[in-house]
């Protein structure tokens, strides 16, 4: 590959899903929700990952994991998820987390990313995490993003420990 060659995408990397989600959210969630990363907050719990404000005044941190790397023999890209569709977060009272999810699948799956092959609610699978999401890639690759911490409207340090199982903020 010359220097003068384009990079290849990467968005199954952590740092460039964190970029690819940041993006989606911005364009897709008409000023609901403000992002910032974990850098830009100083947030030290993961290397990479998103604080969500939501209309409420609650924080949602998401840690994003690559989680399994491209098997080298499937195609980099391909019909991406179908289009979702969900209801505007509350901008009063306690936010569902099962809502956040859908939030994020809704922003991931408007962009129509050839490179994105299914996007899961975490809640959904019963897992040891129970919010987040599992994004899978056509390559074979796979990101997590785990609800990390929550931190209530009005407070200001996170409620529920690390991995929370709460169902709402």
Same mark, same amino acid.
């Given at each position: 590959?010359? @220097? ?28 609901? &929700?403000? &992002? ?63 809502? &956040? ?17 299914? &996007?899961?609610?975490?809640? @959904? ?15 074979? @690759? ?5 609800? @990390? ?21």
């Amino acid at each position: 590959m010359s @220097a003068l060659a384009p990079a290849l995408l990467q968005p199954w990397q952590a740092s460039e899903f964190e970029s690819l989600l940041r993006t989606c959210l911005d364009e897709n969630t008409r000023n609901q &929700v403000q &992002v910032a990363t974990f850098a830009e907050t100083g947030c030290t719990h993961s290397r990479y990952g998103l604080r969500l404000t939501l209309p409420t005044g609650a924080e949602v941190y998401l840690q994003i994991v690559a989680a399994r790397p491209p098997d080298g023999r499937a195609e980099p890209q391909g019909t991406p998820p179908p289009r979702q569709r969900t209801a505007a977060l509350p901008a009063v009272g306690k936010t569902p987390l099962t809502a &956040v999810e859908r939030h994020l699948i809704r922003a991931l799956t408007a962009r129509q990313d050839p490179f994105i092959r299914r &996007v899961e609610p975490l809640s @959904a699978a019963n897992g040891a995490i129970p919010y987040g999401l599992h994004v899978t890639f056509h390559c074979g @690759a796979a990101v997590c993003c785990y609800v @990390a911490y929550l931190v209530p409207a009005g407070y200001s340090r996170p409620l529920g420990g690390p991995y929370p199982a709460l169902r709402q903020v």
